[in-house]
C-alpha cells in the first residue's frame, strides 16, 4: 500500500528484475528513462486490477502515474470524480458525456512533453471533440463557447519551435469557430468548416494536415471528412446507443492520433516507452464506455499500442464475462493472456490484488511508527482486525504513531482521532476508514444491519430500527450490492467481511452516548432467535446467546456451554463456544448502558479466575466445571476480540483449562488436548482460532 511510502506486497506489478506486469507491458523500468524487452507485443490486453474497496488499487495506479511521469506519455483518471458526473459550465446534456469529458482529460495529460521527446497533438479527436460540443451551442453565449473550443483546440498544439505560432494559431482558430457559429449558417456545420480550414494552413505539418482526412472514414461520411464530423455530432447528440457509437470512434480518433505520435523511425527511437491510461473506478462512469469502445475495437483487429491498466471495484461485471483471469502471484513472470477471438470481453486481464500478508504489516506498521512505542503484539493484531486490508492498516498506523502510548488497544487506536491532513482537524479513525470502506448512500443502513447473520436477520433489524421504506427487497438488494463490490459472502454474517463488519459495529454501538440503538439491535436479534414452541433449535440457541454475550450478559452462555460439554460432540462444542465468544465487545457498561469507568477489561479478570470467589453457583450443577466454563468463555471472548491486544496470561490460562476440561472428555481429548495447544498459540499470532478439520477458510466468526 501507497501512501507517500514505498508500496508493499504489490512486487509482481512493479519489480525490475525479474520485470514485474507493468514494465513489461510498458517497456521501461519504472522511474527510469531504460528500455525492457515488452511482453505482447502485437496485441496488449486491457489490464484490471480487481478486489474489494481499501486494497490498494488507486495506490497502485497513483504510483504507476508516479514511475512513468516525464518518461512516457501517461494518463490518470478517477471516473468517481465529479467532472465524469455531469457537465459543467452551463454545458447541455446533449452535447457531453463521461466517455467525451475523459478523452478531453486525458489527451491533456498525454500531450505533455516527456524525456526525450516533445507534446503529442491529437488532431483527429480535436476534430471529434469539437464537432460533439459544437452541438450544444445552440443558445450558448460566445464567451462559453471561447472557453470550450479553446481547451479542445489546445490538444493540437505542439509546443515545438513554433509554439508561439501555434497559439497564435489556436486563438485565430477560435475567433473563426465562434464567428462562424454567431452566422446565419447551420451551426454545427460552421463550426466544424472552420476547424477543418485550421488544417490547410501552409505552416501545418503534413501528419496533421492526414490527420483532417481521417473522419472521412467514418460510416456513411461518403470519403467526406465534413460530413462524417456532422453524422458523428449527430449520433452524440441522439443519446443511447447511437451514442456510443459516436463515443466509440472518439476513442477510436484519440488511439489513432497516439499511433501516429509513434510512427516513422525517428518517433520510435524517441519514445521508448509505450503510453500509458489509467482508468481508477473502471466500473463507473466512463470507465464501461472506455473499456468496451477498445475492447471491440482491438476485437475487431483495430490495433493500438497503449498500456490500459484500470482499477476495478469487484472482482465482476456482466460486460467482462468472459475476460482472462489471473491472481497476482501469476503475473509475476509472465501474465499468459491469449484472447478468445470470438469474445470481446476475452481481451481484458482481470488481476486479482490480494490483501496484505503479516511480514507486509510489520514492516508497513513499523515504517509508519518510527518514534513511537510500539507493542510487539500490535502489527499482528492490526492483521489480523483488518484481514490485511492495506487502507485499515495504514490508518491503523497513522493512529497508532499519532495516539501511542496514550491508547492501549487497537479498539482505542479507531476510536481516537487520526489526523490525514494537515489543514484539517482529525477524525475517529474508524469513521475514516468507513468514509473509504462502505458506500456513503448506504452507511446507515449497514450500520444496522452488520449486526445480522442473514436476510431473516436483517429483515428483523430493517423493521425494528430502520425507515417503514426499507424493506426486505431493500435489504436483499443491499447484500447483493455488497457481493457485487467485493466483500464476501460468508454464511452466518450479513456483512461478510469481518473487518468492515466490526467497524460498522463500532459505529452502531457509538451512535448515542447511552447506546440505546447498539441495545435495541442486539435486543431485537435475541428475540428474533426465541425458541419457536417447544424447540429450541441449537444454532438458534447459539446466535441468541450470542447477542446476548454482546450485552454482558454470560450467565445463559455459561449455562448453556456447562450443560452441553458432557455429550454434545467435542468438535461442535468448541465450535459453538468459539462463536458464542464472538461477540463483540467494545468496552464495558452496565445494564442501563452507563460507561464504566476506566479501561481495564473485566473479560482478562474473570478469564484468570480473579471474581470467582465471589460467584454464586447455581444449585445443583458441578460447581468446579460451571466455574471452570464461566473462566474459559471470557478467555476467548477476549482473545478473539479483534480490537484487543492478546494477553500473554489469558492465553496461558486458556492452555490450562483445556488441558484440564481433555481429561473430563475421553472421547473428546485428543481435539480438546490439541486445541489447547493451536488456540493460543494462534492468538499469540494474531490468527483466528483453529477448529481441527474446519479448514483453513474458517475465521471463526461466521456460521454457528
Known amino acids: ?136 451551442w445552440g443558445d450558448a453565449d460566445s464567451e462559453r463557447i471561447r472557453r470550450e473550443v479553446e481547451r479542445i483546440l489546445l490538444l493540437n498544439e505542439g509546443g515545438s519551435w513554433i509554439g508561439g505560432f501555434a497559439g497564435r494559431m489556436v486563438g485565430r482558430v477560435t475567433a473563426n469557430v465562434v464567428a462562424a457559429v454567431s452566422g446565419t449558417g447551420p451551426l454545427v456545420a460552421s463550426a466544424i468548416e472552420a476547424t477543418l480550414e485550421s488544417f490547410s494552413d501552409s505552416f501545418v505539418s503534413r501528419r496533421h494536415q492526414r490527420a483532417a482526412t481521417w473522419w472521412r472514414d467514418y460510416p456513411n461520411a461518403s470519403g467526406n471528412a465534413r460530413r462524417g464530423l456532422i453524422l458523428l455530432s449527430g449520433h452524440f447528440r441522439a443519446g443511447g446507443t447511437s451514442r456510443e457509437h459516436a463515443e466509440r470512434y472518439l476513442v477510436r480518433a484519440l488511439l489513432a492520433d497516439l499511433t501516429d505520435a509513434y510512427a516513422g523511425v525517428l518517433p520510435r527511437m524517441r519514445r521508448l516507452g509505450r503510453a500509458v491510461v489509467l482508468v481508477d473506478n473502471a466500473q463507473s462512469a466512463p470507465g464501461p464506455g472506455l473499456t468496451d469502445a477498445v475492447l471491440r475495437d482491438r476485437a475487431d483487429g483495430i490495433a493500438d499500442q497503449v498500456v490500459f491498466i484500470g482499477g476495478l471495484r469487484g472482482h465482476d461485471q456482466p460486460a467482462l464475462r468472459n ?56 502489527p499482528y493484531a492490526t492483521h489480523r482486525l483488518t484481514g490485511g486490508n492495506p487502507l485499515g492498516i495504514v490508518l491503523l498506523a497513522d493512529s497508532a504513531a499519532q495516539n501511542l502510548p496514550g491508547a492501549a488497544s487497537l479498539g482505542e487506536l479507531l476510536t481516537a482521532d487520526v489526523r490525514q491532513h494537515e489543514d484539517r482537524d482529525g477524525r475517529p479513525t474508524y469513521l475514516e476508514l468507513l468514509d473509504r470502506l462502505v458506500p456513503a448512500d448506504r452507511l446507515a443502513e449497514l450500520t444496522v444491519l452488520a449486526a445480522a447473520h442473514d436476510h431473516d436477520s436483517a429483515c428483523a433489524l430493517a423493521d425494528a430500527l430502520l425507515p417503514d421504506d426499507f424493506g426486505p427487497a431493500d435489504v436483499r438488494a443491499l447484500q447483493t450490492r455488497l457481493v457485487r463490490e467485493g466483500l464476501p459472502e460468508v454464511p452466518g454474517r450479513f456483512v461478510g467481511d469481518s473487518f468492515i463488519r466490526t467497524l460498522l459495529l463500532l459505529r452502531l454501538h457509538h451512535r448515542d452516548a447511552d447506546h440505546r440503538q447498539w441495545r435495541e439491535a442486539h435486543e431485537t436479534l435475541i428475540r428474533h432467535y426465541e425458541p419457536s414452541g417447544d424447540d429450541d433449535d441449537p444454532a438458534r440457541a447459539r446466535y441468541r446467546l450470542h447477542h446476548e454475550l454482546a450485552l454482558g450478559a454470560a450467565e445463559s452462555a455459561v449455562a448453556y456451554l456447562r450443560d452441553a460439554f458432557p455429550t454434545l460432540d467435542i468438535r461442535t462444542w468448541l465450535r459453538s463456544l468459539r462463536f458464542i465468544a464472538s461477540a463483540p465487545y467494545f468496552h464495558a457498561h452496565d445494564a442501563e448502558g452507563r460507561d464504566f469507568a476506566g479501561s481495564e477489561d473485566r473479560r482478562a479478570a474473570i478469564a484468570l479466575g480473579r471474581t470467582d470467589a465471589g460467584q454464586v453457583v447455581p444449585e445443583g450443577v458441578d460447581a468446579v466445571l460451571h466455574l471452570r466454563i464461566r473462566r474459559l468463555l471470557h478467555a476467548v471472548w477476549q482473545l478473539t476480540d479483534p480490537l484487543a491486544l492478546p494477553d500473554a496470561k489469558v492465553c496461558d490460562r486458556l492452555r490450562f483449562e483445556l488441558e484440564q476440561l481433555s481429561n473430563l472428555r475421553p472421547a473428546g481429548n485428543a481435539l480438546l488436548w490439541r ?30
Open 1 to 136: 500500500m501507497l501512501v507517500g511510502r514505498r508500496l508493499h506486497g504489490r512486487g509482481a506489478l512493479f519489480d525490475t528484475d525479474p520485470a514485474g506486469l507493468a514494465p513489461r507491458l510498458v517497456g521501461l523500468r519504472p522511474h527510469q528513462h531504460r528500455a525492457i524487452a515488452v511482453e505482447h507485443a502485437k496485441e496488449l490486453p486491457f489490464v484490471l486490477l480487481t478486489g474489494g474497496r481499501g486494497l490498494g488499487k488507486s495506490a497502485v495506479l497513483d504510483e504507476l502515474r508516479d514511475a512513468y511521469k516525464g518518461h512516457t506519455p501517461v494518463a490518470l483518471i478517477d471516473c468517481e470524480e465529479a467532472q465524469f458526473a455531469a457537465p459543467s459550465g452551463g454545458r447541455p446534456a446533449e452535447a457531453w458525456s463521461p466517455v467525451s469529458q475523459a478523452l478531453l482529460v486525458v489527451a491533456e495529460q498525454l500531450a505533455e512533453p516527456v524525456t526525450g521527446a516533445g507534446r503529442i497533438t491529437f488532431p483527429r479527436l480535436m476534430s471529434g471533440l469539437v464537432a460533439v460540443a459544437a452541438g450544444g
Open 323 to 378: 475476460a482472462v483471469r489471473r491472481s497476482l502471484v501469476e503475473v509475476v513472470r509472465r501474465s499468459d493472456w491469449t484472447p478468445d477471438p470470438a469474445a470481446p470481453s476475452s481481451r481484458a486481464l482481470l488481476v486479482a490484488l490480494p490483501p496484505l500478508g503479516p511480514d507486509d504489516t510489520l514492516h508497513l506498521v513499523g515504517a509508519v511508527c518510527t518514534d513511537a512505542p510500539v507493542p510487539s503484539q500490535l
Open 675 to 704: 486445541a489447547s495447544r493451536d488456540w493460543p498459540e494462534d492468538a499469540l499470532a494474531g490468527r483466528s482460532l483453529r477448529v481441527p478439520d474446519d479448514g483453513d477458510g474458517d475465521n471463526g466468526d461466521g456460521e454457528a
